[in-house]
């Protein structure tokens, strides 16, 4: 299997750290240092993600699945660690290291994010064609019925109709919304989507619909996937290999099936029990 | 070729009532392609759990499940890598779960290409496939593009096992495959079974059933006190 992103050693943390939390491996409250407080968001998390698959990360609220995706879309600032791409200077680069243009062209060529909440995908007051139209601009693109076509082919993927790529995404329904924020994640064919909480806060029908199109457009595309969810379900139905974070660490890693049937931390045997 | 060597698993609780349960306990055991080993007993005592060892759902405790693959190279599935593992479980292992968890909204026929596409075979030739395999197993034609969710229990077993065996995989776990299963669909069921074998599979499954597994099984054991032991 081709390995697409390798990470390795990634931190993220908010404050200056102290002599007791930077240089120790001492045990922290929760995530936050007792000394001085700094919040270790992400600490020390190293996976890879290969050619095709779907990688789910499953933990509590403010176990680090956030952070950790907003970090590798450029969001947020690393602390320490690295990231590697396939897909550029063939991986052997990192890319926490590269200049902040680069790291543009990384974000609209090589990476594709659905974010929970879709104000912070979309330009709401921007007509749905607009918004997919901002993606293939950043990444190059200017002949204008090309990416015409293209946005086309986009919503029709994800079943919106083409007569409605005029209108603003803030007339749409949560579940449209994420589908188009979907469409413009995929528009330049990144190797890579990065999907955070997607289908949180949608009812179950509206899940059930942007679940089937994920799975469509990553059969069909080939892309690798990082799914963020605090839904086993998700989980289960999604991916292939499943990371378990607690406390911005990861503490069980294995395939999905193997995660949710013989879970062997506490926290994970805890998370799989309160399944109802 | 598969040989399990000395195999254990245990439960650890960290929840609930904290139990230690041991599950299996230095299991040996081999089978050759070509042939079935059949594993008998009653509820509870394991014999999911061994087929789950296999497939690497169950993290083994001890011990080590030798598989040689089509390139005659020999793996520990118990020992290894997750990525080799999974292009194992894509290319040579089937597993018939004794319950079918598939996505509800998906057409029978279109479950069962799934995995001949991603061995990258064709459409046409994997609905061909499909076709050919739902037609034995005697699932009627009106229900090949429906969702599984509409069918009746033994229809879903019939696809279940379908499901895991469309690829011919060299190794298959089946997991009480006849369960749930009328007298005719048995039958069916069970020349299914015999055809693997004639095309050199190696197949490890789990009964309740004595008469069906007595049909197909080129040896059973019978698990006691989580070990096996040969019964014929």
């Not at chain 1, 086309?152 to 803030?170: A, D, G, Q, T, Y």
């Not at chain 2, 306990?25 to 594993?39: F, K, T």
């Not at chain 2, 030739?125 to 005697?138: D, I, N, P």
């Given at each position: 299997m081709q390995q697409v992103m390798n990470v390795n050693e990634l931190t993220v943390r908010y404050g200056d750290g102290c002599v007791y939390c930077i240089d120790s491996d001492k045990s922290l409250d929760k995530n936050r240092c007792p000394k001085c407080k700094t919040v270790w968001a992400v600490r020390n998390v190293s996976f890879s993600l290969y050619h095709s698959e779907v990688l789910g990360v499953v933990g509590e609220s403010g176990s680090g699945k956030s952070t950790l995706m907003k970090t590798l879309y450029f969001d947020r600032e690393a602390t320490s660690g690295q990231t590697f791409l396939n897909a550029y200077e063939d991986g052997k680069t990192n890319i926490f290291s590269v200049s902040s243009q680069q790291q543009r062209a990384i974000r609209n060529n090589l990476l594709g994010m659905v974010y929970q909440n879709p104000l912070l995908g979309l330009l709401m007051d921007f007509s749905n064609g607009g918004n997919i139209a901002q993606k293939l601009i950043a990444a190059g693109h200017r002949n204008v019925s090309a990416m015409q076509s293209r946005t086309f082919e986009l919503l029709e993927h994800m079943e919106i109709s083409v007569n409605r790529v005029k209108e603003p995404p803030k007339n749409f329904s949560g579940g449209m919304q994420q589908r188009v924020q979907i469409s413009k994640a995929i528009a330049n064919n990144p190797p890579v989507l990065l999907l955070d909480e997607v289908t949180t806060g949608l009812d179950l029908s509206v899940q059930a619909k942007v679940l089937d199109l994920i799975r469509m457009v990553q059969k069909k595309f080939n892309i690798s996937i990082i799914v963020v969810s605090h839904d086993l379900a998700v989980i289960r139905m999604l991916s292939d290999r499943t990371i378990v974070m607690l406390d911005g660490q990861i503490v069980e890693h294995g395939f999905t099936d193997q995660i949710l049937e013989d879970p062997q931390h506490p926290f994970t045997q805890t998370l799989v029990h309160s399944l109802i | 070729m598969l040989n399990i060597n000395n195999l254990s698993k245990t439960f650890t609780m960290h929840v609930g009532n904290r139990e230690t349960i041991?599950?299996?306990?230095?299991v040996s055991l081999s089978v050759e392609p070509g042939q079935m080993l059949a594993v008998i007993g009653p509820s509870g005592k394991g014999k999911s759990s061994l087929l789950k060892c296999v497939y690497g759902t169950y993290l083994t405790t001890s011990g080590n499940i030798y598989y040689t693959d089509k390139n005659n190279v020999t793996h520990d599935l118990a020992n290894m890598n997750l990525q080799d593992m999974r292009l194992l479980r894509v290319n040579e292992i089937g597993y018939v779960s004794q319950f079918f968890h598939v996505i509800?909204?998906?057409a029978a026929i279109e479950i069962l290409c799934e995995p001949l596409i991603n061995r990258g075979i064709g459409r046409a030739e994997a609905v061909k496939r499909a076709e050919s395999l739902l037609e034995m197993v005697g699932i009627p034609e009106s229900l090949w593009n429906m969702y599984p969710s509409t069918f009746s229990g033994g229809e879903k077993q019939r696809l279940n096992i379908i499901y895991g065996i469309i690829t011919k995989p060299r190794l298959v776990l089946l997991d009480e495959p006849t369960a749930s299963l009328d007298p005719n669909s048995k039958t069916r069921v069970l020349e299914l079974i015999k055809e693997l074998k004639s095309q050199g599979s190696i197949i490890l499954g789990v009964f309740h059933d004595y008469n069906a597994m007595k049909v197909v099984a080129d040896k059973s054991y019978n698990i006691v006190t989580k070990q096996m032991e040969l019964v014929s």
């Amino acid at each position: 299997m081709q390995q697409v992103m390798n990470v390795n050693e990634l931190t993220v943390r908010y404050g200056d750290g102290c002599v007791y939390c930077i240089d120790s491996d001492k045990s922290l409250d929760k995530n936050r240092c007792p000394k001085c407080k700094t919040v270790w968001a992400v600490r020390n998390v190293s996976f890879s993600l290969y050619h095709s698959e779907v990688l789910g990360v499953v933990g509590e609220s403010g176990s680090g699945k956030s952070t950790l995706m907003k970090t590798l879309y450029f969001d947020r600032e690393a602390t320490s660690g690295q990231t590697f791409l396939n897909a550029y200077e063939d991986g052997k680069t990192n890319i926490f290291s590269v200049s902040s243009q680069q790291q543009r062209a990384i974000r609209n060529n090589l990476l594709g994010m659905v974010y929970q909440n879709p104000l912070l995908g979309l330009l709401m007051d921007f007509s749905n064609g607009g918004n997919i139209a901002q993606k293939l601009i950043a990444a190059g693109h200017r002949n204008v019925s090309a990416m015409q076509s293209r946005t086309f082919e986009l919503l029709e993927h994800m079943e919106i109709s083409v007569n409605r790529v005029k209108e603003p995404p803030k007339n749409f329904s949560g579940g449209m919304q994420q589908r188009v924020q979907i469409s413009k994640a995929i528009a330049n064919n990144p190797p890579v989507l990065l999907l955070d909480e997607v289908t949180t806060g949608l009812d179950l029908s509206v899940q059930a619909k942007v679940l089937d199109l994920i799975r469509m457009v990553q059969k069909k595309f080939n892309i690798s996937i990082i799914v963020v969810s605090h839904d086993l379900a998700v989980i289960r139905m999604l991916s292939d290999r499943t990371i378990v974070m607690l406390d911005g660490q990861i503490v069980e890693h294995g395939f999905t099936d193997q995660i949710l049937e013989d879970p062997q931390h506490p926290f994970t045997q805890t998370l799989v029990h309160s399944l109802i | 070729m598969l040989n399990i060597n000395n195999l254990s698993k245990t439960f650890t609780m960290h929840v609930g009532n904290r139990e230690t349960i041991n599950c299996l306990d230095s299991v040996s055991l081999s089978v050759e392609p070509g042939q079935m080993l059949a594993v008998i007993g009653p509820s509870g005592k394991g014999k999911s759990s061994l087929l789950k060892c296999v497939y690497g759902t169950y993290l083994t405790t001890s011990g080590n499940i030798y598989y040689t693959d089509k390139n005659n190279v020999t793996h520990d599935l118990a020992n290894m890598n997750l990525q080799d593992m999974r292009l194992l479980r894509v290319n040579e292992i089937g597993y018939v779960s004794q319950f079918f968890h598939v996505i509800p909204r998906i057409a029978a026929i279109e479950i069962l290409c799934e995995p001949l596409i991603n061995r990258g075979i064709g459409r046409a030739e994997a609905v061909k496939r499909a076709e050919s395999l739902l037609e034995m197993v005697g699932i009627p034609e009106s229900l090949w593009n429906m969702y599984p969710s509409t069918f009746s229990g033994g229809e879903k077993q019939r696809l279940n096992i379908i499901y895991g065996i469309i690829t011919k995989p060299r190794l298959v776990l089946l997991d009480e495959p006849t369960a749930s299963l009328d007298p005719n669909s048995k039958t069916r069921v069970l020349e299914l079974i015999k055809e693997l074998k004639s095309q050199g599979s190696i197949i490890l499954g789990v009964f309740h059933d004595y008469n069906a597994m007595k049909v197909v099984a080129d040896k059973s054991y019978n698990i006691v006190t989580k070990q096996m032991e040969l019964v014929s």
